[in-house]
């Protein structure tokens, strides 16, 4: 089975830097996907990795290390547009098909 | 602009009514999927399908069921509709595997209440 962690709550200032951490075990390991999600609305794909290493986009960053099952996605200059709920999710061969398995998602709350 | 769409952004229905939920995807995307999600508890994969007319369970399949006629329509059914599944419901679709090709694309979802 697979099994994803991050934390609940985080609140971060405007301007600031933000690291919202997942730890995940799985089996079949295919690849790692950060999402966000405005309150209302569906999620949007901020990035992906399968390999170790950190990759840029932006504002936003992820890092992955497959060997201690954990990935990051780092906030830079924080907006309050960025006040939102993160997911990470985890990627497996299941069947005919590709299946992501969700984490419950991190609430970022970023005051001014 | 790729584009997932669902029939209904709120339902309101009976216990013990059939409920009908319906993706449409303009991608050509082969995979679709149907999550709810819970306060609390994320994100669950009910059926997906990778092809026409296939289908398999996903994490919590039971009360539910799926049809895929088409390549571009996906439908989740409620056979007997219960109130713990007042949910929302979100329909995504994604392209064969393949790096970045994981990625899903999500419709903005169905708030279904079952009174």
């Known amino acids: 089975g697979q099994n994803i962690d991050q934390p609940t709550e985080m609140t971060a200032t405007e301007g600031a830097i933000v690291q919202i951490n997942c730890t995940y075990q799985t089996s079949g390991f295919n690849g790692l996907f950060w999402y966000q999600q405005h309150a209302g609305e569906a999620p949007t794909f901020l990035s992906y990795?399968?390999?170790?290493g950190l990759e840029e986009k932006g504002r936003f960053s992820s890092f992955l290390s497959r060997s201690k099952g954990y990935s990051y996605l780092l906030l830079k200059e924080l907006q309050m547009k960025d006040s939102a709920s993160y997911l990470c999710a985890v990627i497996g061969r299941r069947g005919g098909g590709n299946k992501l398995t969700f984490g419950t998602g991190t609430q970022l709350k970023v005051e001014l | 602009d790729v584009k997932v769409t669902q029939s209904s952004r709120y339902l309101v229905k009976r216990t013990g009514e059939k409920v009908f939920l319906e993706c449409v995807q303009d991608?050509?995307?082969?995979?679709m999927f149907w999550y709810r999600q819970d306060p609390g508890l994320g994100l669950r994969l009910i059926y997906f399908s990778y092809d026409v007319k296939m289908k398999e369970k996903g994490d919590i399949p039971e009360g539910y069921s799926v049809s895929r006629e088409k390549k571009e329509r996906f439908s989740l059914i409620l056979e007997s509709a219960s109130t713990n599944q007042t949910s929302m419901y979100l329909c995504a679709s994604s392209s064969i595997p393949g790096g970045a090709g994981n990625e899903q694309f999500f419709g903005p979802g169905t708030r279904l209440t079952v009174l």
């Open positions: 990795n399968v390999l170790d």
């Open positions: 991608m050509d995307h082969e995979n």
